[in-house]
Structure formats: C-alpha cells, structure tokens
Nanobody
Framework: VQLQASGGGLVQLGGSLRLSCAAS????????MGWYRQAPGKQRELVAA???????NYADSVKGRFTISRGNAKNTVYLQMNSLKPEDTAVYYCNLRSINGWSNYWGQGTQVTVSS
C-alpha cells in the first residue's frame, strides 16, 4: 500500500487549504484513513480521521474549522482546512490503517505553514 499526499503550502492567518491523499495497492475494506500533524519539537498528533463507513473524529483544536471526507472511490481522503491559525503550522501526514490495527501505513508528509 502506498499513500500519496498533496496540497500543503503557505497561507495567511484565516486562509484555507485542502489536503488530499490517495491510497493505492491492496486496500482492506474495513479501514480508517486520517491526517496527523507534527510541529517542530512536538509529538505527532491526530488531526482527523474517517472510517470506511463514514464515521469521523476530530481533534478538539480543529473542530468546526477542518472537515475530513472521502472520495467516491473510498481510497482517497481529503482534509479541508478553513480559518487556519499559526498554531496549525506543521507537517501533515496521511495515515491508513485497518480497523483491527494490524496494518498501518503512512504517506510522506506535506508542510502546512500559516503566517500571521
């Protein structure tokens, strides 16, 4: 399984970005796709996740500003980020794991920088 992420960049305070991640290979039907982020000097943290049947979960810090969704083919996940803040600056990583947790894959990171 390979994950290809895209969509990061530099944006001003209050701006928006949309991250995309496409999974290829033998993808198990029951899975969770999500976005994590890691800021300098901090641990990687969950931003948002969505299960194969559409249930979502968000970090408290992004609720109401970020929206995670799946593409029609279910092998693509998007993260719409609105009202961005400088504290959202981080490297964002796409993740795919099986529901039972036995398989876990990471995409390459994409940098998101929010300037004030």
């Amino acid at each position: 399984v390979q994950l290809q992420a895209s969509g990061g960049g530099l944006v001003q305070l209050g701006g928006s970005l949309r991250l995309s991640c496409a999974a290829s290979g033998s993808i198990f039907s029951l899975n969770v796709m999500g976005w994590y982020r890691q800021a300098p000097g901090k641990q990687r943290e969950l931003v948002a996740a969505i299960t194969s049947d559409g249930n979502t979960n968000y970090a408290d810090s992004v609720k109401g500003r970020f929206t995670i969704s799946r593409g029609n083919a279910k092998n693509t996940v998007y993260l719409q980020m609105n009202s961005l803040k400088p504290e959202d600056t981080a490297v964002y990583y796409c993740n795919l794991r099986s529901i039972n947790g036995w398989s876990n894959y990471w995409g390459q990171g994409t940098q998101v920088t929010v300037s004030s």
